[in-house]
């Protein structure tokens, strides 16, 4: 769930950073397919290269974890796991429920184009690649289909519009968006791009029908008269689309000539380097490390758990902290059997019970890449007795599943409290 939030950040951030740059820059430019381009590049890269790992940096990490205290009672031993709330599994439900809507929508506007097509009957043409179909309400296409209005099958304009959607597979695009969407939901800048995305459709399609009529007015009149008609909300490009002011802005916009092919090509890389430079500065985010608090009686509350990068007598590599680990270390079990094996494992000593001696200890070790127990090191103690106890059973501990962090096992450091009480 960590990884996926990490993640779910670093393309956000990506994504947002770039459709700035196209709503500030870009939006206006009338260069269509380029804009396009710009676009569906970016959409791509802010998923996809986060899941990449560049290896940049290829010091050893050591990452650190705060376990729940371990209480050790007298005469009789035990442990303790603080069973805590926990609202991930109310958080996932509830990403898989609105997940599913969208899901549903998007099958349900499939549906409604294949009942459109079957409530319409097929007009023989000469186009080749596409179907035209005529119907009594709407003007769209969906892919290689062309829907018509019956009374509009003799406008060559509407035609044109239409097929030119095809031709450019402008529903390939839609479909793109709508995936990630689905999984993406929570992230606003994907509906404001299926927005934008559209638009630039619409652009590039009355540009290219005025390459072929060159009668600007007339066109524009077309499009008044088709936009009080009934919206058709699907998933298919349709004539009846609004934007209409900036359509006919766009109409009479002349390219500007100033902008070469190197710059546009530079805009262009941004959509592939942003999401390498976010998700590389947010590996190498750095946090302090806050020392343990003072002892007390009241129970510890489980800290977050971070990555701590530290030196090494071996290496000079420069302390660096991360935000999360994505595959922890496993004690043989579980971490109830953790818990149990120290519970069962450990004796309070007896100089300690005869002098009524208690306290919290708290013990640091290193899970290694092969699972070992290492660095076993007492932070914190209350007496000769009850600290080296600690350290015995923390030292005997069999070795553990190796954690991992972007496919590669890392040395994970834990820092354990062990409360010894006295009944």
Known sequence: MNSFLLYALESGLSLFLLFGFYF??????????????????????????????????????????????????????????????????????????????????????????????????????????????????????????????EEDQHNSSIIAHEKSHTQMLHSFDIFMIKAFQIAFWFNPILFLMERELRLQHEYAVDEKVLSQSKNISNYQQLLLNQVFQVEFNLLSNHFNQTFLKNRFIMMTKKENKKWSRLFLMAFLSMAFISPAFVSCTMDSAKEEINEPQEVTQEPIKPEVPEEVKTEEAETDTKEETFLVVETMPMFPGGEKAMYTYIGQNVTYPEKAKKEGIEGRVFVTFVVEKDGSITEVELMRGVSDELDQEALRVIKSMPKWKPGEQRGKTVRVQYRMPIKFTLN
């Open 24 to 149: 500030l820059v870009l939006r206006k430019y009338s260069n269509f397919l380029f804009n396009r381009i710009f676009l569906l590049v970016s959409l791509a890269s802010s998923f996809m290269i986060p899941l990449l790992d560049f290896g940049f940096m290829n010091e050893v990490i050591l990452y650190q974890v705060q376990l729940e205290p371990i209480v050790i009672g007298s005469p009789t031993l035990n442990s303790t796991s603080t069973n805590t709330f926990s609202i991930l599994p109310i958080l996932l439900l509830a990403y898989a429920i609105i997940s599913g809507v969208f899901l549903v929508k998007f099958i349900w506007e499939i549906l409604s184009v294949f009942n459109v097509k079957r409530q319409s009957s097929p007009l023989f043409s000469e186009l080749v690649g596409e179907k035209i179909f005529l119907n009594n309400k709407h003007n769209f296409s969906f892919f290689n289909w062309i829907f018509i209005r």
